[in-house]
């Protein structure tokens, strides 16, 4: 069958279809993957008011693309201690935030009961605030540091109050890939693993993939179907979040960095690829906020937040060190022509600020 008629019948599409996918023209793809938007949100841009804390940059592992763990790039070792976390979720709260995201290296100094006690102080602080924390690629150091299963570390740190897990370490799936930009991570199989038995739980988590540096297309569509795989199981993802490479202080030398064209392309394909997936982030931070903006017709419909603060992705080169400020953040998606929704973490609407809502778009926080 042809592929528009696949795609007009809404068929899910099987590896070859979805590589195919790329050899439709920018806007043929954008058309689809908007009507499948729309059909879901309308014209709904969601996000939240969120706080990034990256308790340190010590890492036993030495990835390719990262410029965040201290080495010779990146010659700024630090932890930071208990109350310095403490004293920014209290920052970020005062400020509304509703999310605290911690992630972080690989430090064998952070043990699991360093990060376990730090996580029961937040909820015990701040019962309701929503702690999403530890990538599965985190999960796999501590339980490998502890000789313990990936269930009991999962079970250790929901007992302390975690409430989803963040998409990272995902990467590329492909093993040999990952073998080259991150040798001695977690495996593709065992990240998945992580994520089914954290699903299992019945708690929900978000997916990501590095895109833009040594992967083909072929990997992105590999890494989008294991995905889809697992949903289909556990029905455990809210969100499918494309990271765009980011090519600054590292060792990953990559020469030709992808077009907007294929940055875009990459959206709308995963917003067709991904059917059973319900949110597709086009995160502001690895994309520019002008191209994620743009993005939101290409099947995206989810910016992230505010964030408040970064310190990963720009260590790399991303402008997002600060964050966002809420009125800016608001003014930019509606004059894109679409209507901000804040959302929780499990994407629970808050607030609409439609043209009804304008005096509130001057909230600065």
């Not at 058309?31 to 059909?39: F, M, P």
């Not at 080169?317 to 804040?342: C, D, H, R, W």
Request: charged residues 30%.
């Amino acid at each position: 069958m042809d592929i528009e008629r696949k795609l007009k019948s809404k068929i899910r599409l099987n590896f070859e279809e979805a590589l195919e996918l790329y050899n439709l023209d920018l806007f043929t793809l954008a058309k689809y993957a908007n009507d499948i938007r729309e059909e879901l949100y309308g014209k709904k841009a969601f996000f939240n008011i969120n706080r990034h804390i990256n308790p340190t940059n010590i890492c036993k592992d030495v990835c390719k693309f990262c410029a965040f763990s201290a080495n010779r790039k990146n010659p700024n070792p630090y932890t930071m201690s208990h109350e310095e976390i403490l004293d920014e979720v209290e920052k970020a709260v005062l400020s509304g935030a509703k999310e605290v995201h911690i992630v972080s290296a690989h430090n064998p100094e952070c043990g699991l009961d360093w990060y376990i006690d730090v996580f029961k102080k937040i909820k015990k602080s701040y019962p309701t605030l929503h702690v999403k924390a530890l990538t599965a690629a985190e999960i796999n150091f501590l339980a490998k540091e502890y000789n313990l299963s990936f269930e009991d570390v999962i079970d250790k740190i929901l007992d302390a109050g975690v409430d989803s897990l963040p998409g990272g370490g995902a990467e590329i799936f492909d093993e040999k890939i990952r073998e080259y930009i991150c040798k001695g991570k977690v495996s593709s199989k065992d990240w998945l693993k992580i994520h089914e038995l954290w699903h299992k739980k019945c708690k929900y988590s978000n997916s990501t993939m590095l895109f833009g540096h040594i992967e083909s297309r072929a990997n992105r569509i590999d890494h989008m179907l294991r995905l889809r795989d697992l949903q289909d199981k556990t029905g455990g993802f809210n969100a499918f979040i494309p990271l765009v490479y980011q090519r600054e202080n590292n060792y990953l030398r990559v020469e030709n960095f992808l077009s907007s064209v294929e940055i875009l392309k990459t959206y709308a394909i995963s917003r067709l690829v991904l059917d059973n997936i319900p949110h597709i982030k086009a995160y502001w931070v690895t994309s520019t906020i002008n191209l994620a903006l743009i993005a939101l017709e290409f099947g995206a419909d989810d910016l992230d937040g505010t964030i408040q603060k970064e310190s990963i992705q720009s260590a790399a080169g991303a402008k997002s060190a600060n964050g966002m400020q809420f009125g800016e953040f608001l003014e930019l998606i509606s004059t894109s022509g679409f209507i901000p929704v804040q959302r929780d973490s499990l994407y629970n609407e808050i607030s609409t600020y439609d043209d009804n809502h304008r005096d509130d778009r001057k909230v600065v926080l």
